[in-house]
């Protein structure tokens, strides 16, 4: 088994109507709380997408540049690793976001101007950053579908570039992560601010990430995977998949995937997902003793899963609450498990 290789672990969490599980535990004297891009920022941040510019400075009205978006989908796939092959002359290999534009670019997500330039200063368009979302989303095996009218509603529609035109249909519609401003202009080609940004990526986490579950990328030989799970609205805010890789037998490892469950003060793991080989699993079952329960198997891998052993937390407490209630519908979360596999 190959090592573990993305997880979108940065998004997944739902915004509510009551008050956000977000709300600031890092003041920014640039970020009051009558800003409209005050939650947004509250919420990109606390996941860890964008870095701040200083300690109490957010700097939400600068330009987003190509390579701090890159930058943030790639905290959003947790800093997967990557082969130090730079080609771009104008990003050094010291530069912040060196990592998250080689994996952008070589996982198609996001393209350079050239062969050797990339322009990560150059400040990023909202036709761009749509279409950035859109190749993520399908590079971690989502659906991207097109319906509607979408841009059509738009007076100034044409002005989208041609490469552009199905993720910003994608993006007005069906995802809702971009919508119009000054009335009916789309304004394709405008620049973003890091508030403009911060607002999208929310959405993103909200209303296609979230909505889709889960998910992460594994690869297996010569083929890679998405794997989702789906958990329910009630306890998806508070549900961090943390990743590790565990040894097992000699020069292998084996994924091991953490629910981490996080709720103001108090945190608990409180399941987790093993995948392995059917020969590793199946030495694992040989060996005795606890071991995960087998989910499905499925082109050679085994998905399997350990339950929540006893509760973590105090009987009566609205966590307890929480995690007994998704105790008790752990069967139907697991259901939702597909292996999906992607064309490399």
């Known amino acids: 088994m190959k090592k573990l290789k993305f997880l979108t672990v940065g998004c997944l969490s739902l915004i509510l109507s009551v008050t956000p599980v977000w709300a600031m535990d890092h003041t920014f004297k640039d970020v009051q709380q009558s800003d409209w891009y005050y939650d947004a920022v509250n919420f990109i941040n606390n996941k860890g997408i964008i870095d701040e510019v200083a300690e ?34 104008d990003v050094s290999k010291e530069a912040k976001y060196a990592e998250a534009v080689e994996w952008g670019v070589e996982n198609k997500i996001i393209s350079g101007y050239s062969k050797t330039l990339f322009k990560p200063d150059k400040p990023i368009t909202r036709e ?11 590079f971690i095996g989502l659906e991207t579908p097109i319906e ?23 993006g007005v519609g069906s995802s809702n992560i971009i919508s119009g401003v000054e009335g009916q202009q789309l ?9 403009e940004a911060s607002n999208i990526l929310m959405r993103y986490c909200t209303n296609v990430l979230n909505s889709n579950g889960s998910s992460v990328i594994i690869e297996e030989g010569t083929q890679q995977y998405a794997l989702k799970i789906g958990f329910p ?26 629910f981490k469950f996080t709720k103001d003060d108090h945190s608990a793991n409180i399941g987790s ?51 007994g209630n998704y105790h008790q519908e752990v069967g139907n979360i697991l259901k939702t498990i597909t292996l999906v596999p992607i064309a490399k």
């Open 56 to 89: 109490d400075e957010f700097a939400p009205n600068e330009m987003m540049t190509r390579g701090t978006f890159i930058l943030s989908l790639y905290h959003m796939a947790n800093n997967p690793d990557v082969d130090h092959k730079l080609v771009f002359t």
């Open 233 to 258: 609205n009630y306890i998806a805010p508070y549900v961090q998949l943390d990743q590790m890789e565990q040894p097992i037998g000699e020069n292998e490892t084996y994924s091991l995937i953490l």
């Open 128 to 138: 761009e950053m749509v279409t950035i979302l859109y190749n993520y989303t399908q």
């Open 273 to 323: 997902l093993s995948i392995y080989t059917q020969k590793q699993y199946d030495a694992v079952k040989a060996e005795g003793g606890p071991f995960p329960t087998e989910v499905f198997r499925q082109d050679g891998l085994v998905v399997a899963f350990m339950g929540l052993q006893d509760m973590p937390f105090e009987l009566q407490t609205p966590e307890a609450q929480l995690v």
């Open 187 to 195: 304004k394709p080609q405008a620049i973003t601010t890091r508030a």
């Open 148 to 170: 509607g009218m979408g841009i059509r509603e738009y007076v100034d529609e044409q002005q989208v570039s041609t490469w552009a035109r199905n993720p910003m249909r994608w």
